[in-house]
């Protein structure tokens, strides 16, 4: 629900393995665009001031001339804005730039109608420029944050990116007393916390706005989804319950209402907030894919079999089990907790570390096990193909925890 409300990210630390995943891949290339140079030799080529079209080339389409009724351009540009008219605000907001390249409010609202427009490659190089005139400009710095913690696919790297500019913004906006900005800044931190899974400085974010309006609907949702993430059942069920009756968050509360019921054991209770979620937004919450739990074992033995042998070997002697949800001791057992939607968890120490039981484990209790967890994996997908396939690279996760691998290296191969 990132168009209006950060998505409530399945992060977690520690041993675990969370949201949908890629397939296994080697680290990825970065390939960085270099200005021209200034200066060559006359034994390099260079390149002409112009080419001619070709027939390969691109069809242009030219913005529109900026009709800006008598206003000037930035300010027909932001009224543009204001009404949705994102097209034409970007008319206004390029012509404004032209006439004042260094202007960093024109910049911007070039920027966030771009962003509007979903033109993502133009909208990044548009705050880059905005923010390379005044990196300390509040107005760039929210539409960046905005930008790449709500418009744009969630990823890890870029909720971080939108942390790192609403966490900037926020203590500029505090230190100048703006509380409009400040508010604006701590909602997307909220929001973007809870998407890279760190819901205790989410919670902090929220209450900030709630102190400052009581009954902000942003904050009031994400204080909820960190409530969640940090496994206060009693207090978020509290919390989700406040929201049924917001049209736009409804859906979630709903859904987040299931999963707290379906921990507690009350099935029909939380099968039927399940089906309400659905029937208010089928796209965010499909009917998932949940095999009996016979099947799913049958599943998962078909993955360990077709592991490398190594792989295989590594795994002697050590339970991967199937469960229907993770216990909340496992949940709670480090600081922060871990996301009640993990899907996976590998139970003790690497391979290379001496292995003790817990002191609190059963007498002949492995020292070391890997579990996943059916209900959570049944909701991250939408297809049996995709199941298997996660289950797969679920698997995968946590055999690289038992060999050592920590969250960002397994993030580095594709496996986060």
């Not at 397939?23 to 270099?34: I, K, L, M, S």
């Not at 949940?331 to 609190?360: A, K």
Request: aromatic residues 6%; proline residues 8%.
């Amino acid at each position: 629900m990132r168009s209006s409300l950060a998505l409530w990210a399945l992060v977690a630390a520690g041993c675990t393995c969370t949201a949908p995943l890629p397939p296994v891949a080697d680290a990825g290339a970065c390939v960085c665009a270099t200005p021209p140079l200034a200066s060559a030799p006359a034994s390099i080529p260079r390149m002409p001031a112009r080419q001619e079209p070709t027939t390969d080339s691109p069809h242009v389409h030219p913005l529109a001339v900026c009709d800006g009724k008598g206003k000037l351009p930035l300010d027909a540009a932001q009224q543009a804005f204001d009404a949705r008219d994102y097209q034409k605000a970007l008319s206004c907001a390029a012509q404004a730039a032209a006439l004042a390249p260094g202007d960093v409010i024109a910049q911007t609202e070039r920027a966030n109608a771009l962003a509007q427009l979903n033109r993502p490659e133009e909208a990044t190089l548009g705050y880059a420029r905005a923010l390379a005139i005044d990196p300390d400009s509040l107005d760039a710095l929210a539409g960046a944050a905005h930008f790449y913690t709500v418009l744009m696919p969630s990823s890890r790297e870029l909720d971080e990116l939108g942390s790192t500019y609403a966490e900037r913004g926020f203590e500029l906006a505090t230190a100048q007393h703006d509380d409009a900005f400040a508010i604006t800044f701590a909602r997307t931190s909220a929001m973007a916390f809870n998407d890279i899974g760190q819901p205790q400085d989410a919670l902090d974010r929220a209450d900030w706005v709630l102190v400052k309006q009581k009954a902000d609907p942003e904050a009031l949702y994400e204080r909820a989804v960190a409530l969640f993430e940090l496994c206060r059942f009693p207090d978020a069920k509290v919390a989700f319950t406040r929201l049924l009756e917001d049209r736009e968050r409804a859906a979630w509360a709903h859904h987040h209402l299931g999963l707290i019921l379906e921990r507690e054991g009350n099935e029909k209770a939380a099968d039927v907030h399940f089906g309400k979620a659905r029937a208010l937004d089928a796209e965010a919450f499909p009917a998932p894919v949940m095999l009996s739990p016979e099947a799913f074992r049958e599943e998962l033995g078909k993955a360990i079999a077709a592991l490398p042998p190594d792989m295989r070997r590594d795994l002697d002697g050590i339970p991967v089990e199937m469960e229907d949800l993770p216990q909340e001791l496992d949940l709670t057992s480090g600081e922060p907790p871990l996301s009640p939607s993990i899907l996976g968890l590998f139970r003790g120490t690497p391979l290379s570390e001496l292995c003790e039981p817990e002191p609190d484990a059963q007498p002949g209790a492995p020292c070391r096990s890997i579990a996943l967890y059916r209900k959570n994996l049944g909701r991250a997908v939408k297809t049996r193909d995709e199941l298997v396939e996660q289950i797969r690279v679920t698997l995968l996760h946590e055999v690289g925890h038992l060999r050592g691998e920590d969250d960002s290296e397994l993030a580095a191969r594709g496996l986060e």
